[in-house]
Nanobody, 120 residues
């Protein structure tokens, strides 16, 4: 199990930016795929972005061009830079660390969740 601690988030106006951080404790994340997911009220949790151990990224269509996931293995931390935020981005954001088994992502640890609220 990978222990992850999130920071960042909060309240921002539409069009603004926020950066989320997710730091691993006691585990070298360099071999893990790291990701961000979010859950809005009344909706299912959805993938926002992932970055694999080689630095290859993928994004949900709804955030492409606005969000950037990055990782600093030396700091054991993954980031989510969110720009041009809108009300549809309001959600609780969770980071995770995992591996792929038979092409299926299996989470090995989750952050505690961070509220992001975008006001119009």
């Amino acid at each position: 199990q990978v222990e992850l601690v999130q920071s960042g988030g909060g309240l921002v106006q539409s069009g603004g930016s926020l950066r989320l951080s997710c730091a691993a404790s006691g585990t070298d994340i360099s071999t893990y795929t790291m990701g961000w997911e979010r859950q809005a009220p009344g909706k299912q949790r959805e993938l926002v972005a992932r970055i694999n151990d080689g630095g290859i990224t993928n994004y949900a269509d709804s955030v492409k061009g606005r969000f950037t996931i990055s990782r600093d293995n030396a700091e054991n931390t993954v980031y989510l830079q969110m720009n041009n935020l809108n009300s549809e981005d309001t959600a609780v954001y969770f980071c995770n660390a995992g591996t792929y088994i038979n092409s299926i992502f299996v989470a090995r640890g989750w952050g505690q969740g961070t509220q992001v609220t975008v006001s119009s």
